[in-house]
């Protein structure tokens, strides 16, 4: 891990184009990408774009009274990059939690590092796509 890669996960939020999709949820302050659940990495080929679906590490202090209401305790985002130029993979597994890093250089940069995977992309500019939540029991 680099330097900006340590600075940068503060700061995931202001290098998406719709931040408050996920800051108003953790009033201001969501967690950082350290040890989530990857559930889904997909290209698509319009854009091109690549969509990365994710569980984060923690759930809000105060979270919406429906997800109260239901039980839920995970919150799951879609982040979408979009004018993808370049992407790297190197292993990948069916149970990954990864630590994942999101800086600015030349458009965005993702790198998603897990034991026996990394990821790294480049692309013109990302959009949190979807922010929703379950109810994740163990096993």
Known sequence: MNKSERDDDMTWPSLVQNPEMITSVYQGA?????????????LHRDGPALRVRLDLPSFPEHPPRKWTAQGFNTVQIEVTFSGLRKVQLNGFSSNMTADIFIEENTGVQIHIS??????????????????????????
């Open 30 to 42: 969501p967690p950082e990408l350290r040890d989530v659940h990857v559930h889904e990495v997909c």
């Open 114 to 139: 897990a034991p026996g995977s990394d990821m790294r992309a480049v692309a013109h500019a990302a959009v949190i796509s979807k922010v929703s939540a379950y109810l994740n029991t163990p096993g």
